[in-house]
């Protein structure tokens, strides 16, 4: 199992003078500990409260901080809290209605007798289930349990904080009703039996945290034979923002993407779908490495070159890692100018700093090069044009609009910049349109309306 990073808020007083807050926050440093956000909860002549988060690898930690601190007479700390575990007190979300229900009358026309002739419409015309029921803008996130973060197989109950988060992303960002279902299987068979039974309660199903290999033959069968569009993501999500950020870091380090060496570290599901759609993109096939050799197997099979480790990192213009494995790449490993994504999540194969200093041109890690800028303008755009599936002209238009939001000098956006899913969301109705599999017609004022929030209507 891998160890988590835990964040833990020091509520601090000191004495309000010059120098002070310097002397706490270099203390914690000393430590080896992150320190994140710094609020003032008090501001007085004689002391400032501030709470401070911290990040660290152990709750051990928490005393040798404790400890540093108190070294200072000017510093005293007030508590000690764990905020992560109290905002996900009672879950992260929660299904409301978009209608009041205050008065009979409002009875009447939400519930009986008056519902029952929507359902009869709906019964005759099966369609108006788009315009009068909320199934085209509710997503099912679909995990087994098996591949939930860095965690591993931890079973799907002890993934749902991840499957709410997601939830809770989709309707922040672009107003789509994400609805976590945790199945008490692994079996494929059982699992696509399930899926294909509650489809019809959703306008598309993004399975999430599957392992591989089980994750491929579990899309490729539902994406196949569901009426409704199919996501992986962890396979066709990082797919695409690792795209982006690969269009962006060959612009910024004059890399042509059509003649560079890129090289896969981890085939497992993100690895393989990686480079395919860099195979898609660029028409050049990608090295790749694994533990296994039914991982290396399937690569080839889809058009990769097998490779070993060594080659990759000797040879490679640009290194793309996914295999899970904390500090893999060592720092006399990087060579000059090259392009390195280490993607694992919680920790990257190299930090992003440490392979700059050993001469990387560009590094990034799965903290920034993030899934949460792809699949939620994915989901909506894909759902506005109300498509059958996903095209691959529609995730290459995602990647494409990641990168054309990117400001100047960065890989990717900001995550939470709502111009992202904005842009992400157009390009990939556009592109829908465009690949025939749109089934509803979209015209000129949706292009041109700035809001994503609102269904479309």
């Not at 491929?216 to 539902?222: N, V």
Request: hydrophobic share 45%.
């Amino acid at each position: 199992m891998v160890e988590q990073k835990i964040v833990r808020t020091f509520r601090c007083k000191n004495v309000n003078a010059p120098g002070v807050l310097g002397k706490l926050t270099t203390a914690i440093g000393k430590t080896g500990a992150l320190i994140g956000n710094i609020t003032t909860v008090h501001s007085g002549q004689q002391f400032m409260v501030r709470d401070i988060d911290v990040v660290m690898d152990s709750e051990g930690e928490i005393q040798r901080i404790v400890e540093e601190l108190s070294r200072y007479p000017e510093i005293s700390i007030v508590q000690v809290r764990d905020e992560v575990l109290e905002l996900h007190k009672a879950g992260k979300i929660k299904m409301v209605n978009t209608v009041p229900i205050e008065t009979v009358a409002d009875l009447n026309k939400v519930y009986t007798p008056g519902v029952a002739e929507v359902c009869a419409l709906i019964k005759d015309q099966p369609d108006w289930k788009n315009i009068f029921t909320f199934i085209p803008y509710s997503v099912a996130i679909v995990t087994d349990g098996t591949a939930i973060l860095g965690l591993g197989n931890i079973g799907a109950v002890a993934g749902m904080p991840v499957m709410e988060g997601k939830a809770a992303l989709l309707h922040q960002l672009t107003g789509i009703s994400g609805i976590p279902i945790l199945l008490d299987t692994t079996n494929p068979d059982e699992i696509v039996d399930t899926v294909k039974r509650i489809a019809p309660t959703f306008g598309a199903i993004q399975l999430e945290d599957i392992a591989s290999p089980n994750c491929f033959e579990i899309y490729e069968r539902l994406e196949r034979e569901l009426p409704i569009p199919v996501m992986h993501d962890d396979q066709q999500g990082t797919a695409v923002v690792a795209l982006a950020a690969l269009i962006n870091a060959g612009k910024i380090s004059g890399v042509s993407l059509s003649e560079a060496r890129i090289g896969l570290v981890g085939l497992g599901a993100a690895g393989l779908s990686i480079g395919k759609l860099i195979l898609q993109y660029t028409g050049r096939p990608t090295l790749g490495v694994a533990r296994s050799e039914e991982s290396r197997r399937r690569h080839a099979e889809h058009g990769g070159i097998p490779s070993s480790f060594e080659d990759i990192m000797g040879t490679a213009d640009v290194v793309i890692a996914t295999s899970g494995v904390r500090g893999l790449i060592e720092p006399k490993m990087v060579r000059q100018g090259q392009i390195i994504l280490a993607l694992s999540n919680p920790y990257p194969e190299i930090a992003p700093e440490l392979a700059r200093a050993s001469g990387a041109a560009l590094a990034a890690d799965g903290r920034s090069v993030n899934n949460l800028l792809g699949f939620p303008g994915i989901w909506r755009g894909t759902l506005d044009a109300l498509a059958s599936r996903i095209t691959y002209q529609m995730y290459t238009a995602a990647a494409e609009a990641i990168a054309a939001a990117t400001m100047e000098g960065e890989l990717v956006p900001h995550p939470l910049d709502p111009k992202v899913h904005r842009e992400v969301t157009h390009a990939v109705a556009r592109a829908a349109l465009a690949s025939g599999v749109a089934r509803r017609h979209l015209d000129a004022d949706y292009f041109e309306s700035q809001g994503i929030r609102e269904p479309w209507t």
